[in-house]
């Protein structure tokens, strides 16, 4: 049995599914029950944290986006200026493909707790705002990033769900070239033809 931990919390939780999911389990195959066993408690000390499963799902959710953007270090205008958030985006992916997952792809139980729901938009608002920084005179940037993150999302998705050909080296480059080229062509198109 796992050693008893004597400091739990909701945190401890959802960073032992962020573990589970790292280790290759699959979503879907992890339980209240495992969680708990390799946390060193009974299950129903669980529900002390969070009232079922799927809110434990939520705030699993909502961890694995916390730190998403924590590699993007301080998310003030001056930190944020200074990274290249569509690069962090897909070192985030390529990292940990099964918490991109997690965030974007795998079903959720019920409505999220009302607790995260502002965490669940930020990372759309850290893009926005950085694309914002990046082209202070283009008018449209929420629609122009909103298409930007649908082009990375596609080709993210295409690759931590194995639909790609292969490991290949050279894919973080081949996506980051692909990505600014997208990026060139969405936000100065416009600016182009004025």
Known sequence: MAERRKNLDRDVFTGMVLEMLTEGIPFRDINLRQVAKRVGCAHTNVYNYVSNYGELTWFTLAEALRRMLATAGPLDPDS??????PELYVDFALNHPS?????????MPGA???????????PGAVMEQWFSMQYPHTPEVRRKTRMFHSYLHGVLSKVVMGRTAGADPGLREEILQEAALIRKLI???QEEEA
């Open 80 to 85: 944020l200026l200074s990274c290249d958030i």
């Open 99 to 107: 918490w991109y997952r997690l965030i974007w792809m795998e079903q």
């Open 112 to 122: 999220p707790p009302a607790e995260i729901i502002a965490v669940l938009g930020r």
């Open 187 to 189: 936000f100065t198109q």
